[in-house]
């Protein structure tokens, strides 16, 4: 179990960590109003995650039971998918954009509740998560969705931990990015190197 678990978290904090839409939302929300602000909104984003593991799990965990040749085949393209992101990030401008455009002050739940359903209806992240999750159960002959729930529950914890401190220490993380002009470099070619190493990962 541990086998799987340890390589699975690294992977996730890594990914969490990268310049996505979601950590550049908390951390611009928290540098305009504050990280009480940015830590509510990423409760929000975090919830959300439990709905794309719940449709994984279940829809997985019967394509599992029916066929081990069908469960290697979604690993194979869910490895696929992430070397397909890998040249995608590759092609990509490297630079940190802060845009506060459509970023208002509002309630703490509205907060909350725009969060959850940014990240509900996201389509990208329940692709992401059938093509992440399924490689790291420890046990396919077991209960599956019980793998799924804990991998998932794992993932919820460490986002919420990186996305509170990155909305406690916004101004921070925010004028150092600003500053580095490598910043968004490393971070781009982070990106590159876990999604590759993520898909081989899965494969072996």
């Given at each position: 179990m541990?086998?799987?678990?340890?390589?699975?978290?690294?992977?996730?904090?890594?990914?969490?960590?990268?310049p996505g839409p979601d950590i550049i939302y908390v951390l611009?929300?928290?540098?305009?109003?504050?990280?009480?602000?940015?830590?509510?909104?990423?409760?929000?984003?975090?919830?959300?995650i439990l709905i794309h593991t719940s449709l994984v799990?279940?829809?997985?965990?019967?394509?599992?039971?029916?066929?081990?040749?069908?469960f290697l085949i979604i690993k194979i393209l869910g490895a696929s998918y992430l070397l397909y992101l890998a040249y995608q990030v590759y092609k990509s401008n490297p630079k940190i954009v802060f845009s506060s455009e459509k970023v208002?002050?509002?309630?703490?739940?509205?907060?909350?509740?725009?969060g959850f359903i940014m990240n509900v209806l996201n389509p990208k992240v329940g692709i992401f998560f059938l093509?992440?999750?399924?490689?790291?159960?420890?046990?396919?002959?077991?209960?599956?969705?019980?793998q799924f729930y804990i991998l998932g529950f794992l993932f919820m914890f460490q986002a919420l931990i990186i996305f509170s401190l990155v909305a406690i220490l916004a101004h921070k993380i925010s004028a150092y990015?600003?500053?580095?002009?490598?910043?968004?470099?490393?971070?781009?070619?982070?990106?590159?190197?876990?999604?590759?190493?993520?898909a081989i990962l899965i494969l072996l």
């Open positions: 541990l086998d799987q678990i340890i390589p699975f978290l690294t992977a996730s904090i890594v990914l969490t960590l990268s611009v929300r928290s540098i305009a109003y504050g990280s009480k602000q940015g830590i509510i909104t990423a409760l929000g984003l975090v919830s959300g799990a279940f829809g997985v965990s019967v394509i599992i039971q029916q066929s081990g040749s069908i208002g002050d509002r309630s703490l739940v509205q907060l909350y509740k725009q093509a992440f999750f399924p490689g790291f159960l420890w046990d396919p002959e077991a209960n599956t969705i019980l990015i600003k500053s580095n002009q490598n910043a968004g470099i490393w971070l781009k070619w982070m990106q590159v190197c876990v999604f590759v190493l993520i």
